[in-house]
DNA sequence: AAGTGGTCTAGACCACTCA
DNA sequence: GAGTGGTCTAGACCACTTG
């Protein structure tokens, strides 16, 4: 009659919250062996049917990986065939391409209107705002202006991120991160991408504009870029 | 219990399949009410469990909806939530644009080498080769290039078929689509391109490149397109 | 042989919808 | 109140991996 389910989530999400928690806290490192589905289940006071399904749905966010016979391991969000996921830009084999980054500038500033926009931020906060370009085997491709709140990554320009992308950050941070969105568009390349990416003056590139959020949601990144696509370099889009 | 399990695909998975057979060939039709779970499980001789674990599998591949208290509902494909799917391009408030579509040609030829390549034909099959305009409000902003398995799509020519796109093509043949990929690029309009967009000669575009496979993994489209995104138009990713 | 995850079963109870 | 899907439990057995 009274609806306390609005207020109690049901059991097996608690349970895969409270084991992305301990995930991200590090207490089970990328790659180590969890331990088996009924010593898990004992520990939280619930069936094995129910840890089934917890572990099932930290699965499918890609948090772990389960064998049969073997075991359920931690997956490292920064190993080769994760970094794909917020990495669009394939190779002639399909190979994701990241680039080398190379940070040009990097400042904490007040948030403007965009920022605050796109990070959902409010009146108040700061964010770093960051410059930086890829270049692959050399040639540098793309630039790109990075916004990252300051909140959720203290003491940033203290550390040495310069050749850091958004995966090591998060890890480093003990930050999951979740789902993102891009958007794609043609334009004419600005002034300072024209000149770091040495192309003629106002020569047609790709505009990428992306957010990426945390795993419960708040974003996490917000980054602008220009990009000239090389030879047999191109943006792909999976729709499952 | 149906079937031994040394020699066959597990039963969750056969009675998925059987289920989304019956659901293609218009055993129950669009936004029609299925069985319930205990009853779907009885006709299969399966336990509830597993009819549920199937149903799931059905509802996560976005065939099925299902809703507390209601009931399990067939879903349509070719409704508006849906037509998203292989549709990246957005409007100002995040809407779709699929935009109107005009075929301005339509053959069927044997496949030549990049159609056989793309689509997986073998070498004497055929294709249909359509070329198509879309127009948002009256305006041109893009063509495409279609190629089409003839096997997949009987008779198609003698179909008044101009205006309709993959998806009610699927539908009208009863094809479950499935995964596609896309590609984006950059480069210049061709010469067909830029006349019927009515673009200056060798202008920046957008080269689009698709292949869309049916739910069981054959490639049923390739398709490549040259577009202008007019106005606040954008081609949009999500990353999950 | 021992240990792991994967499959399958059977049933109780809860939350939601609608007549 | 009757019917639906959603949650949770408890346990048997299978398939795979490793020592």
């Given at each position: ?17 409270a084991?992305?928690?301990r995930i ?7 790659g ?29 966010e ?20 994760r ?42 906060e700061?964010v ?7 270049a ?21 320009v ?27 568009s ?6 300072w ?23 419960d ?24």
């Amino acid at each position: 009659m009274l609806q306390e389910r609005l207020f109690t989530r049901p059991l097996y999400v608690q349970v895969r919250d409270a084991l992305a928690k301990r995930i991200a806290a590090g207490e089970w490192k990328p790659g180590a062996v969890m331990p088996n589905e009924g010593d898990l289940a004992g520990q939280f006071g619930v069936s094995p049917g129910t840890m089934r399904k917890a572990l099932d749905l930290l699965e499918s966010e890609r948090l772990l990986t389960r064998r049969q016979g073997r075991g359920t391991f931690v997956k490292d969000p920064t190993a080769e065939d994760r970094v794909v996921r917020y990495c669009n830009l394939r190779g002639p084999r399909g190979k994701a391409i990241r680039g080398d980054i190379n940070t040009l500038e990097i400042n904490e500033v007040a948030a403007e209107e965009p920022e605050r926009l796109r990070l959902q931020l409010t009146q108040d906060e700061r964010v770093y705002r960051l410059k930086r370009a890829r270049a692959y085997e050399g040639v540098a491709f793309m630039v790109e202006d990075v916004a990252l709140p300051a909140a959720l990554f203290p003491g940033l320009v203290e550390r040495n991120v310069s050749p850091l992308a958004i995966l090591e950050l998060a890890q480093a941070y003990g930050i999951l991160l979740g789902k993102g969105e891009e958007t794609v568009s043609i334009g004419a390349a600005s002034v300072w991408a024209s000149d770091a990416l040495r192309t003629a003056k106002a020569s047609p590139v790709l505009f990428l504009d992306r957010v990426i959020l945390t795993r419960d949601g708040r974003p996490a990144e917000w980054r602008r870029g220009e990009c000239v696509p090389t030879r047999a370099m191109h943006y792909i889009v999976g729709m499952r």
